[in-house]
């Protein structure tokens, strides 16, 4: 049985379910001073996390611990390339993670770089109101997460949580190919929708 | 470049997931890289990945964070100014030096192609496929997911003209008859998400061709 996006819904855990801001503050911290403590803070959240997302992609409990120890790492050796304006500290070290876990647990090139040197229209320093519809939008999206179809949000976990291709979830779930697409396609209208609605 | 051809939302769904079969990843990346509507895209996609991934229930770890030098690493450098607009380097070094001298395999009259190794254990099939200008490839469908990204003159099918950074993405339930243009023909990156689907679309490709 799939879990259905089941901690995407607000929930009552004894782990803080939201991520508070200071993440890229002490990311921007690592970056500049190589600040160790910093560093510790991150991996404190994060470490956790990515354990936690290594072994819905498969890794066992050890392998996946590995894996949160390197993509650690490679926060702190690549940090001087994370900037806030190119997305949120978590965005970042989640592209880390799924980029570690193509390599290692699947043994392919992940052929998708880091979100480094791709923004032609970077803005000059954080923007405070650029900050709370960044809050915003995260909010919007975890709220329309929650209230999607569960025919939908079992496709956008199984590819993002489980990390199964589309002919992977059309044969998991036993569907055309086309139907797993145009769910998929469904799912991010509504998102993408609210996430527009913002501006 | 104007690109008027562009992913379609699952394909960029499974691209922010990092959910693609290795060929597939290889021509998003590439499309990618030439075109700023669908890195903005990309964005929104990612936020859904973002959102999940923080809504893991986090697994407790057993071993300290790991131990690092105040002093190592990459300081607070952005590199600058290396937008290339152009094929991403993981591709360059596939193909091991420039355009013109890909080691070209004729398979059809007028058709060329050049496959690309994929990682062992991939699955899927990336390959260049060059077509002689004016050559027409009979009406074909396709057995799985299939995207073609324009890196040399253009062709046209049913659905328009593709031009250099356009990109098919083209599910299982469409059939296609395109034609290179008839001056600069076609020069494109092909990635099927298994690799008995190339094969079978070689097999179409020669067969009015060749009469098998």
Same mark, same amino acid.
């Given at each position: ?109 992940s052929w998708q770089p880091l979100p480094e040197n ?82 | ?57 986090? =697994? #407790?770890?057993? /071993?300290? !964070? *790991?131990? @690092? ?5 990459? &300081?607070?450098?952005?590199?600058? +100014? %290396? ?18 001298? =890909? #080691?070209?395999? /004729?398979? !059809? *009259?007028? @058709? ?5 190794? &994929?990682?062992?254990?991939?699955? +899927? %099939? ?9 050559t027409k490839l009979p009406e074909h469908g396709h ?70």
């Open positions: 049985m799939v879990q259905v996006l089941e901690s995407a819904r607000p929930s009552r855990r004894a782990y803080p379910v939201k991520i508070p801001r200071t993440m890229s503050d002490l990311l921007q911290k690592v970056a500049q001073t190589r600040d160790v403590e910093a560093f510790r803070k991150l991996f404190e959240l994060y470490g956790p996390r990515v354990k936690a997302y290594m072994m819905r992609q498969g890794a066992d409990a050890t392998t996946a611990e590995d894996l949160a120890q390197e993509t650690l790492l490679t926060v702190w050796r690549k940090a001087g390339l994370y900037s806030d304006e190119k997305g949120s500290a978590t965005t970042w070290i989640f592209t880390i993670a799924r980029n570690l876990r193509i390599d290692r647990l699947r043994r392919e090139v791709r923004d032609e229209e970077a803005s000059d320093g954080p923007d405070p109101e650029e900050e709370v519809t960044a809050r915003e939008r995260r909010d919007k999206v975890r709220a329309v997460l929650a209230t999607l179809p569960p025919d939908q949000s079992e496709v956008v976990t199984l590819s993002y949580v489980e990390g199964l291709s589309h002919s992977e979830i059309a044969e998991r779930l036993s569907l055309p190919l086309g139907t797993v697409k145009s769910r998929m396609r469904l799912a991010y209208q509504k998102v993408k929708e609210a996430v527009e609605d913002i501006r | 470049m104007k690109i008027t051809h562009h992913l379609d939302d699952s394909t960029l769904m499974a691209c922010a997931a990092g959910s693609q079969p290795e060929a597939m990843a290889a021509v998003v990346s590439s499309h990618l890289a030439v075109c700023p509507h669908c890195r903005e895209e990309l964005k929104k996609h990612s936020l859904i990945g973002e959102a999940l991934f923080e809504s893991l229930s986090p =697994v #407790p770890v057993t /071993r300290e !964070a *790991p131990v @690092v030098a105040a002093r190592s690493g990459e &300081l607070g450098s952005h590199p600058q +100014g %290396d937008v290339t607009h152009e094929l991403p380097a993981s591709l360059k070094s596939a193909l091991a030096g420039a355009m013109d001298q =890909v #080691p070209w395999r /004729r398979i !059809a *009259p007028g @058709v060329w192609h050049c496959p690309i190794q &994929l990682s062992e254990d991939a699955l +899927g %099939d990336l390959r260049l496929l060059k077509v002689a200008a004016g057995g799985g997911n299939e995207l073609t990204l324009v890196l040399e003159g253009s062709y046209s099918d049913e659905f328009g003209t593709f031009r250099r950074g356009d990109v098919a993405d083209l599910g299982d339930d469409v059939e296609h008859r395109p034609v290179a243009d008839p001056v600069e023909g076609c020069v494109c990156l092909v990635a099927t998400d298994q690799k008995v689907r190339f094969k079978g679309l070689v097999a179409r490709l020669m067969q009015p061709l060749t009469g098998i």
